[in-house]
């Protein structure tokens, strides 16, 4: 999702060999939201990665960022993808 809505991503590089963290941001009530949880959760299972998840309605920065994005799903803290999960996109994301 590089460059898209004025994001980027970070370049490439060595990062730490810790697990690797997906967030979900979304809101209750979300079909999509509950779309992407659920592919979430299979893939990160699958993978060993963590994850977790915040309500964009209890966040400002992040409502002024995602709102019309949701649900995002971002990878140690970099935009992976919105609206819609792609569980084989993911998995590679995570070295799956």
């Known amino acids: 999702m590089g460059g898209m809505f004025g994001r980027t991503k970070k370049k490439d590089g060595p990062r730490?060999?810790?697990?690797?963290?997906?967030?979900?941001?979304?809101k209750p009530g979300c079909h999509l939201c509950d779309d992407a949880r659920a592919v979430i959760e299979a893939v990160c299972a699958?993978?060993?990665?963590r994850w977790e998840e915040k309500d964009i309605l209890r966040d400002e920065e992040l409502y002024a960022a995602y709102w019309e994005q949701i649900p995002?799903?971002?990878?140690?803290?970099?935009?992976?993808?919105?609206?819609?999960?792609?569980?084989?996109?993911?998995?590679?994301e995570l070295g799956g």
């Open 72 to 92: 995002v799903v971002l990878v140690d803290g970099e935009q992976h993808t919105f609206w819609r999960v792609d569980a084989g996109r993911l998995r590679r």
């Open 16 to 26: 730490d060999s810790g697990p690797r963290t997906v967030t979900l941001i979304g």
């Open 46 to 49: 699958e993978t060993g990665a």
